[in-house]
């Protein structure tokens, strides 16, 4: 079972960035899946969700407008289109499976058990 990101990278604020997280090991088209985030000195938080059939999605408020998520279940792959990136944008980006999500909310990290390495965002 395997997440591995991609696509961060440094860039000037109102830039855009596109990243990836390729799933493999498991049946992606069956998990609910994640972005999250976490800058130096600040604890990881969510940034973007979807549910597995690509219903239902979730934005933290600080991104909504801004950020889409998009789940390709033939190509295993997670999307986060990031637009007009803010310097406070910059974080480590981290993506997340969850096969059920009890709480109902996409955002709540404790309900993902798959994480990958991250990528890192930097906007100046």
């Known amino acids: 079972v395997q997440l591995v990101e991609s696509g961060g990278g440094s860039v000037q604020a109102g830039g855009s960035l596109i990243l990836s997280c390729a799933a493999s090991?498991?049946?992606?088209?069956?998990?609910?899946m994640g972005w999250f985030r976490q800058a130096p000195g600040k604890e990881r938080e969510g940034v973007a969700a979807?549910?597995?059939?690509?219903?239902?999605?979730a934005y933290a408020d600080s991104v909504k407008g801004r950020f889409t998520i998009s789940k390709d279940n033939d190509e295993d792959t997670l999307y986060l289109q990031m637009n007009n990136l803010k310097p406070e944008d910059t974080a480590m980006y981290f993506c997340?499976?969850?096969?059920?999500?009890?709480?109902?909310?996409?955002?709540?990290?404790?309900?993902?058990?798959?994480w990958g390495q991250g990528t890192q965002v930097t906007v100046s």
């Open positions: 997340a499976a969850a096969r059920l999500v009890y709480s109902r909310n996409l955002l709540l990290m404790k309900e993902y058990n798959i």
């Open positions: 090991g498991y049946t992606f088209s069956r998990y609910s």
């Open positions: 979807i549910d597995s059939d690509s219903i239902t999605t």
